[in-house]
């Protein structure tokens, strides 16, 4: 059974850089051909691709976070990791990680929710100072 846990810090002081974990178990993130995404749901708003790291290493990002957001990797630790650069209240947010097997290469952006087959939990994240 593969599990996603997201974690890092339930508050942040605008302008400061949020910087979240998800920890993979039952699987590798370096087993192909899977992509390990993040998402973000603010209040009352829809579910938001926010990036992604492929099992090879390679990364893509929203245009929406205009060159903010960063996605790294752990693989002794089988973990990637989210960072966002000076954040604002509008980056308050359930921050969700997730896995999707790859139907062609490059960015999952347009990938569909289903066709993501683990998820975390969520973890809030509250941009206020």
């Known amino acids: 059974q593969v599990q996603l846990q997201e974690s890092g810090p339930g508050l942040v002081k605008p302008s400061q850089t949020l910087s979240l974990n998800c920890t993979v178990s039952?699987?590798?993130?370096?087993?192909?051909?899977?992509?390990w995404s993040w998402f973000r749901q603010p209040p009352g708003k829809r579910m938001e691709w926010l990036g992604v790291?492929?099992?090879?290493?390679?990364?893509y990002y929203s245009s929406s976070l205009q060159s903010r957001a960063s996605i790294s990797r752990d693989t002794s630790e089988n973990q990637f990791s989210l960072h966002v650069s000076s954040v604002t209240p509008e980056d308050t947010a359930v921050y969700y990680c997730?896995?999707?097997?790859?139907?062609?290469?490059?960015?999952?952006?347009?990938?569909?929710?289903?066709?993501?087959?683990?998820w975390g939990q969520g973890t809030q994240v509250t941009v206020s100072s």
């Open positions: 790291i492929t099992y090879d290493g390679n990364t």
């Open positions: 039952g699987a590798a993130i370096t087993t192909s051909y899977y992509a």
């Open positions: 997730a896995r999707a097997p790859m139907f062609h290469h490059g960015t999952t952006e347009d990938y569909k929710l289903d066709d993501y087959d683990y």
